[in-house]
C-alpha cells in the first residue's frame, strides 16, 4: 500500500472558503453559546453532551463537502435551544427536576461509607477518601454527610464535634 503525498497534502478545497468557513463556523458557535448558556463553575453532564454533539455538528459545516455552514449553525442553534429548554423545565418543575437531574447520593453517613451507592456509582473507599482530602479532612470519621451531587462534584458535611472544635 503506497501512501499518495499528494493527497494528503494537497487540499481540496479552497483554503479561502476554509478560512470563511471555519470564522462562520466559530463566531456563529461563539454567539449561540454566548447568548444561551451561562458561565458556571464547572460543566455537567447536560454540558458535556452538548457540547460533543455541538463539535459533530460543527464539523459537519466545516467539512464543506455536502453540507452548508447555515445547516450547521442551525443544528448548533437547535441542541443549544433543547439545552437551554431543559434547564428552564428543571428550573420551572420539580417533576421535570426530577426526570432530568439525578438526585443527590449519600456516600458517608455518620462516618461511615455506604457501601451500597459507592458500588452504584463506581467508587472505592479510597477514591472517596481522596474527595475528602481534597476539602481537608483526614478520614471519613468527621463526616456527618457526604453527597455525590447531580453536578458532578462532592458536598461534604461535618460532624458536629468536627465542627466545634
Partial sequence: MAIDLNSMFMPTESILEVVIRGTIMYLGMYFILRAFRRQSGAIGMADLLVIVVIADAAQNGMAGETHSVTEALILIATIVLWDVLFDWLGFRSVMARKLLEPSPLLL?????????????????????????????????????????????????????ATNNR
Fill in 108 to 160: 458517608v453517613e455518620n462516618g461511615k461509607f455506604i457501601d451500597k451507592n459507592l458500588k452504584q456509582e463506581f467508587l472505592t473507599e479510597d477514591d472517596l477518601l481522596a474527595v475528602l482530602r481534597e476539602h481537608g479532612l483526614e478520614s471519613e470519621t468527621t463526616v456527618k454527610q457526604c453527597y455525590l451531587e447531580s453536578s458532578g462534584h462532592f458536598s461534604v458535611i461535618l460532624s458536629k
